[in-house]
């Protein structure tokens, strides 16, 4: 029996993933998406992975967080005909923003959205390279829901599943991922 073509598309990508040791402290391994992002076919693949799990969806806009979440977050708000809007670190929005301070598995940090990104009633689909502990896409989801938007899913590439991150997300929206861990 051979392997169906979306799982082995979807190892090819995964291929593309480096693990770096002790980064960015003693004791984690990383999983290092920037040799996938430099393979076109690996890039490819992933980002129809993601909007293929959508089309057919109102999704009004795709919130993408920093930095990473930008390149995935971008592309799939294009392909989706929704717009994008970036969750940022703090300053480096030029109009006035909300602001929200959140925990990750390595440290305190806080999260800005420019105040009129997001209008009521919108349908967001929060992007990010890996799910983690799922703190920083509940802070995005945290601003989103705070201009009156409505997050109906998160997506990432990546999920550490032995971290339980999805039980730190919003309750009611779904959760996406090309490649667990």
Same mark, same amino acid.
């Given at each position: 029996?051979?392997?169906?073509?979306?799982?082995?598309?979807?190892?090819?990508?995964?291929?593309?993933?480096?693990?770096?040791?002790?980064?960015?402290?003693?004791?984690?391994?990383?999983?290092?998406?920037?040799?996938?992002?430099?393979?076109?076919?690996?890039?490819?693949?992933?980002?129809?992975?993601?909007?293929?799990?959508?089309?057919?969806?109102?999704?009004?806009?795709?919130?993408?967080?920093? +930095?990473?979440?930008?390149?995935?977050?971008? &592309?799939? /708000?294009?392909?989706?005909?929704? *717009? #994008?809007?970036?969750? $940022? @670190?703090?300053?480096?929005?030029?109009?006035?923003?909300?602001?929200?301070?959140?925990?990750?598995?390595?440290?305190?940090?806080?999260?800005?959205?420019?105040?009129?990104?997001?209008?009521?009633?919108?349908?967001?689909?929060?992007?990010?390279?890996?799910?983690?502990?799922?703190?920083?896409?509940?802070?995005?989801?945290?601003?989103? +829901?705070?201009?009156?938007?409505?997050?109906? &899913?998160? /997506?990432?590439?990546?999920?550490? *599943? #032995?971290?339980?991150? $999805? @039980?730190?997300?919003?309750?009611?929206?779904?959760?996406?991922?090309?490649?667990?861990?």
């Amino acid at each position: 029996m051979t392997e169906p073509k979306r799982d082995a598309r979807i190892h090819y990508a995964e291929t593309k993933i480096r693990n770096v040791p002790d980064f960015p402290k003693k004791g984690i391994l990383f999983k290092d998406i920037t040799p996938m992002l430099a393979d076109p076919r690996a890039l490819h693949v992933v980002l129809d992975e993601l909007s293929e799990r959508f089309i057919g969806e109102r999704v009004d806009v795709v919130v993408g967080v920093e +930095a990473r979440g930008f390149i995935f977050g971008g &592309a799939l /708000a294009a392909r989706l005909n929704a *717009g #994008f809007v970036p969750a $940022r @670190k703090p300053g480096k929005l030029p109009a006035e923003s909300d602001r929200v301070s959140f925990s990750t598995e390595y440290s305190t940090t806080e999260l800005e959205m420019h105040k009129d990104a997001i209008a009521a009633g919108a349908r967001v689909v929060v992007v990010d390279d890996v799910l983690a502990t799922g703190g920083t896409a509940k802070a995005a989801a945290a601003l989103v +829901a705070g201009q009156g938007g409505v997050v109906t &899913a998160f /997506a990432f590439v990546i999920e550490l *599943g #032995f971290l339980d991150g $999805r @039980k730190n997300l919003e309750a009611g929206a779904r959760v996406e991922t090309v490649i667990a861990y």
